[in-house]
């Protein structure tokens, strides 16, 4: 799994606006079978949004796959501009940064003996979750595993996603701490109720569980959590202590 | 029913503390049968918290039975000073305001038409439910109105709490927005999970459903949602638009 983050100045639009053109690019540059596969894909292997920093906007970009990156990786890396509809001027990249996880690694973290108990997530853009055709604008730890499980299961492993262990994940951990509010996240002509903010998980089981949890939150740094990932929800960073 | 607010200057100690020694000193000034008789309830008829203000703090104490008022509202008002045990001197009292709300006023709001659609709490001070032995930390439709309308039944007009009206609530209305963060709340040598800030639910029904939240939503004032009320947790104002 590779993460590209391509530091840019301010620009004249919103980061949720931005996100949108951005992903429009994106799948505008890769070719069309591929995007036509994506598009029917139930979990995209990549991942983008925009990230508002102190002096510039981050775009994040994630590869999941090997498909993924060898389709974008290259390109995306060799960007020293970006051309939108609707603005004045190309886009002007000012650096990129690459960070990597493998499979492997993340089997290592799985591994591990960990003695922590609380895991802090830091949903740096909104997320949402979709259940029964509602939308769910408050976090549980179902909503949140099962995100990272299924993602993890459909794009990782190729195996089937464990409801059992969902459930014993569920019965293991809490969330034990929370500041979070409620933001409107606009897609095409609609508007998803979403919330953004930090929430801590407590875990009380084994290690095991534990070390599974530090596992599916260090993936979660590269899948996002939740839906419309590629449109720039779902945007987070673990925050280990 | 009658609130009476006190003003009072900033403590040496938090408010959280202070609302615990203030519900100890109002349950000693009550003769002892009362006081007996209150502490078999399963719901009490009053409650007590105290407000953190830019000048000061205000201790808030609602009377919601003839008989609360009757035992406590005489010398509440003619208060001057507060001893409390572990404070170098006397609280003074600066200024009693005396608000209140009649059953006939609650009455009207609820056949009084109304066009509003959003209702917003501001949960003053930290507020929990408790459901099947755990507390609760994320606000619902449900865990409000349930509190609401078992405090109304049970205090106000000694009726069955209405499962069925309290489903169809739920069905009605959503929250839509929310701005909240968790904070333990110390009561004696336990710290009680809880949340504060502000929600705002949309009701979708007919007019007579919104006209009976918006009268839930006044008595909220007086009786405080979820737990702990008479300790300082659940202190809510009703912020009309």
Known sequence: MKKLKLFIPKQEINTNILSL??????????????SKKLHHNETNPYSSYVQNTFDGYIWVVTLLTYEAISKCYSWLLALKTIPLDGLTSPILIKNIDVEELTQESLLETFQEETSEQQFTINFLTP????????????????????????????LIDNSDFDEELLTYLCRQSRISKYDLKTHYY????????AFRGRVTIKVVGASTMKSYIKMLLTFAEYSGIGIKTSLGMGGVRFEQR
């Open 21 to 34: 053109k951005l992903h429009g690019f994106l799948m505008a540059q890769v070719d069309s079978d591929y």
């Open 127 to 154: 997320t949402s979750f979709k259940s029964q055709g509602e939308y769910i604008i408050f976090p549980s730890i179902r909503f949140i595993f099962q995100s990272l499980m299924q993602k993890y299961s459909r």
């Open 186 to 193: 606009q897609v095409h002509s609609s508007k998803v109720p």
